[in-house]
C-alpha cells in the first residue's frame, strides 16, 4: 500500500462515524483521530443532541405522567424531582452511546488515534497527542468533519454557573425556579419546553425578528398557542442585551431595547435565576492546516464541497457541520456515508432534496417539503389536509390533545408536496408521510392502506379524508378522487 490508510477521518462525529463505517464495509483501512480525549462522538453524543434528547425525554416523562392525573397536574416537577436525578439518566445515555459508538469501531476494525489533527499535506495529517507527542499519517483520502462550537455572546460574558451555554446547562444542579432563554433557533423552544415543564417559569429573549419564520403558518399559530399554554413568553426584536447581578435581590438582571420600539427605545429589565445563552455555532475549521492545501471555505469558515461532499482538492472530502446548511445529525449521518461512496467510486443511490427536520420540543415539531405558503408561492394549486389530536383516539387515551397533522397536496393529482406536524411523536410520525412523498404517492394511500388502531398514525387518515372533502365540495366527484388517476 502506497499509504497507511485508505482514508483519514478527522472528528467522530455523525459524519465521521458514518463514513468511518461505511468504508470499513468496502474493506478499506480506516482511521479516524478525535481531539477529545475521553469520548467519542463530538457535539452530537457529549454536548448536543444526545444530552439534550435525554433531558428532554425526561421532562416529557414527567409531564405525560402529570397529566394523567388531577392532583399532580398543578404542581411542579421540582417538587418531585431534584436535577440530579435527570442528569443521572443523560450521563448513563452518553455513556452507553458512547461505549457503543467505540466498541462499533472495534468491531469493524476501525483504527482511532487520540489527538488533534492537522493537514500537512493533500495526502498527510499530523496529529498531535494530549502529551505533544506528534505523529505523522498518511491516507489516499482524507474526510474532515471536525464539527461546530458555540458562537460567544456579545454584550455579557458566560460564567456557566448564572449564565450557561449549550455544555453547562447539562450541569446544572438543581431546576432553576426562573430561566430565561436568550436565542432565535429551534434549541432555544427545545430548553424552553424542557425546563417549562420541570417546573421552571421561562421566557425567551429573541434577537430576531420572528421566532422559527420558516414553520408552515398554522403550525406557527399552534405552537404560539402551547407556548402561552406554557405560560412561555418571547420577547423578539431583542438588543442591547446587558447582563448583571442583583445581590440586593439575589437575581439575575437582563437589561435590553427592542428595535422598532414605539416606546422610546426604553430600556426593558427581566428578572431570572439563570440565563441560558443559544446563539449560532461556528465550524471547527481554524487550526486544522486546510489553508496548507488550498481547500477553499466560505466567509463563514465553512468548508465548500461539490454534490459528492468532495473539496476543491480531489482526494480530500468534507461534511458534518463544517459545510454549512443543513448542519443536522440526520443529514451528517447520510453526508459521511455519500462521500465514503463517492471517494471509493461505489455507487449509491441519492438522497433526495426533501429531507424532514424536527424540533424536539415539548410537544414536538416536525416536516419535510413545502409549506402551504410556498407551495401557492411557486404556483401550485394546492389543497390541504388537517388532522387535530383532540379527534384522535390515541390522543384522548395518552392525554395528549394539543396538536396538528397538516398535509399539502396537490389539487388536480392529489400528489403530497409538504406535511407538517405539531404534537406528540411528530418527529417520528413524520416519517410515514416522507416514504409516501419519496415513492410518489398521494393522499389516497392514507384512506386506502390499514393503520393500526389506536396509535397517533390515525392523523393521516383522518387529514387525508379533510382534504378529500375539500377537493370533493370544489366540483371532482368523490367516486373519481377513490380510483386510480392515469
Not at 385 to 401: E, F, L, M, P
Request: with cysteine.
Amino acid at each position: 500500500m502506497k499509504y497507511d490508510y485508505d482514508v483519514i477521518i478527522i472528528g467522530s462525529g455523525p459524519a465521521g462515524f458514518s463514513c468511518a463505517m461505511q468504508s470499513s464495509k468496502f474493506d478499506k483501512k480506516t482511521l479516524v483521530i478525535e481531539a477529545n480525549e475521553e469520548s467519542f462522538g463530538g457535539t452530537w453524543i457529549n454536548s448536543g443532541t444526545i444530552p439534550s434528547k435525554a433531558l428532554r425525554e425526561t421532562a416529557r416523562i414527567i409531564q405525560r405522567f402529570q397529566s394523567q392525573f388531577d392532583d399532580l397536574s398543578q404542581e411542579k416537577a421540582y417538587q418531585h424531582h431534584q436535577m440530579q436525578e435527570l442528569l443521572k439518566y443523560k450521563n448513563e445515555t452518553l455513556k452507553s452511546k458512547n461505549s457503543k459508538v467505540e466498541n462499533d469501531f472495534k468491531k469493524n476494525e476501525v483504527d482511532t488515534v487520540r489527538g488533534f489533527g492537522v493537514l500537512k499535506e493533500k495526502n498527510t495529517v499530523e496529529v498531535t497527542s494530549k502529551d505533544g507527542e506528534k505523529t505523522e499519517y498518511t491516507a489516499e483520502y482524507i474526510f474532515v468533519a471536525p464539527g461546530s462550537n458555540p458562537l460567544k455572546p456579545k454584550g455579557f460574558d458566560l460564567d456557566h454557573n448564572k449564565v450557561m451555554d449549550y455544555t453547562s446547562v447539562l450541569n446544572l444542579t438543581h431546576i432553576p425556579r426562573k430561566l430565561l432563554v436568550i436565542g432565535s433557533g429551534v434549541h432555544a423552544l427545545e430548553y424552553a419546553t424542557t425546563f417549562s415543564n420541570l417546573g421552571s417559569r421561562v421566557s425567551i429573549l429573541n434577537e430576531a425578528e420572528s421566532f422559527l419564520p420558516f414553520l408552515d403558518n398554522e403550525i406557527s399559530e399552534q405552537l404560539f398557542k402551547l407556548l402561552e399554554k406554557q405560560k412561555i413568553e418571547i420577547f423578539s426584536n431583542a438588543e442591547n442585551i446587558e447582563i448583571d447581578t442583583n445581590s440586593i435581590r439575589n437575581t439575575t438582571e437582563v437589561r435590553y431595547n427592542l428595535r422598532n420600539d414605539n416606546e422610546g427605545n426604553r430600556t426593558r429589565v427581566i428578572e431570572t435565576e439563570h440565563v441560558l445563552y443559544l446563539g449560532g455555532k461556528i465550524p471547527n475549521t481554524k487550526g486544522l492546516g486546510l489553508e496548507n492545501i488550498g481547500v477553499e471555505m466560505d466567509d463563514g469558515g465553512n468548508i465548500i464541497v461539490d454534490n459528492d461532499y468532495k473539496t476543491n482538492i480531489d482526494n480530500v472530502f468534507a461534511g458534518g457541520d463544517a459545510i454549512g446548511f443543513p448542519a443536522l445529525a440526520s443529514a451528517s449521518f447520510s453526508e459521511g456515508r455519500l462521500a465514503s461512496c463517492n471517494m471509493f467510486g461505489i455507487k449509491a443511490l441519492d438522497v433526495p432534496p426533501e429531507i424532514p427536520f424536527a424540533i424536539y420540543s415539548i410537544p414536538e415539531i416536525s416536516s419535510i417539503g413545502l409549506t402551504e405558503k410556498e407551495a401557492k408561492a411557486r404556483g401550485y394549486d394546492v389543497t390541504v389536509g388537517r388532522a387535530y389530536y383532540k379527534n384522535i383516539t390515541q390522543g384522548d387515551i395518552s392525554n395528549q390533545q394539543d396538536g396538528l397533522l397538516k398535509l399539502v397536496f396537490e389539487t388536480e393529482n392529489l400528489k403530497l408536496v409538504g406535511i407538517h406536524i405539531i404534537g406528540e411523536r411528530a418527529s417520528d410520525l413524520i416519517h410515514l408521510g416522507q416514504a409516501v412523498m419519496s415513492l410518489g404517492g398521494d393522499v389516497r394511500y392514507f384512506i386506502n392502506h390499514v393503520l393500526n388502531y389506536p396509535t397517533y398514525s390515525e392523523a393521516y387518515r383522518i387529514a387525508a379524508f379533510n382534504g378529500m372533502n375539500r377537493v370533493y365540495k370544489a366540483g371532482v366527484k368523490y367516486k373519481k378522487i377513490l380510483k386510480n388517476k392515469e
